[in-house]
């Protein structure tokens, strides 16, 4: 549902250029994760978020626990950055649970 | 990084039959878990499973689904009778038990066609 807001849902950058992802939560979530899904459907795990800021790469990424939101900085985006973004928020129950985001398409052109 | 194995990665089926996914966790892991991705759409949480039990599952876990991890198998996820609806990608993840919340491992899915 809408306990996990991802913007924009979709996004074409010129390669060489700056982006920013970003997950708005309306649930209470102690860490996030961000994945990207290639075209071939499979998952790759980016970032595992307590509160505060990780980079690795031309990617960096914030979760900020108490405006409830994370975000992923893109930088000098290359081809092979296409595919789709998902934030995913740890909502603990019995055991762990991750609550996806919509996702955002990402288009990295030449 | 660490790697969760699916099979079959697709799988057609005569709607009604049984089905059975199959999954090689982390070999470490402890919790395992499936989810759900329907074409174009976001990943939805099926179940978790701990310590041979199923902890939670969600209202897309229907009762003709069931989980099991019997001794030194794989993790698998079995529809029975299957429907038209059930098409989709399936998805297994674990994770490592520790302190607060866990990092989540995927496989690549297994693409599942009901007919």
């Known amino acids: 549902g809408d306990q996990v807001k991802q913007s924009p849902s979709a996004l074409s950058l010129q390669e060489g250029t700056n982006s920013a992802l970003r997950c708005n939560f309306s649930i209470a979530t102690t860490t996030v994760q961000w994945f990207l899904q290639n075209p071939r459907g499979s998952l790759m795990n980016l970032f595992y978020l307590v509160p505060g800021t990780k980079e690795n790469g031309r990617l960096k990424s914030t979760f900020n626990s108490k405006e409830s939101y994370s975000t992923l900085h893109i930088r000098d985006a290359q081809l092979e950055d296409s595919g789709t973004y998902f934030c995913?928020?740890?909502?603990?129950?019995?055991?762990?649970?991750?609550?996806f985001g919509t996702g955002t398409l990402l288009s990295v052109k030449p | 990084g660490p790697k969760v194995l699916q099979i079959p990665s697709h799988q057609i089926i005569d709607m009604g039959q049984m089905v059975t996914l199959n999954c090689d966790p982390v070999s470490n892991h402890l919790y395992f878990y499936w989810y759900k991705q329907i074409l174009g759409q976001q990943m939805e949480f099926l179940v978790n499973?701990?310590?041979?039990?199923?902890?939670?599952k969600s209202k897309l876990f229907k009762d003709q689904f069931s989980v099991e991890r019997p001794d030194g198998s794989y993790f698998t996820l079995k529809i029975q009778p299957t429907a038209l609806e059930d098409s989709a990608v399936y998805f297994c993840a674990s994770s490592f038990p520790g302190q607060g919340a866990l990092e989540v491992f995927f496989g690549k899915g297994t693409r599942l066609t009901v007919v």
């Open positions: 995913a928020a740890d909502y603990g129950g019995s055991g762990n649970k991750l609550i």
């Open positions: 499973f701990y310590n041979g039990k199923v902890m939670e």
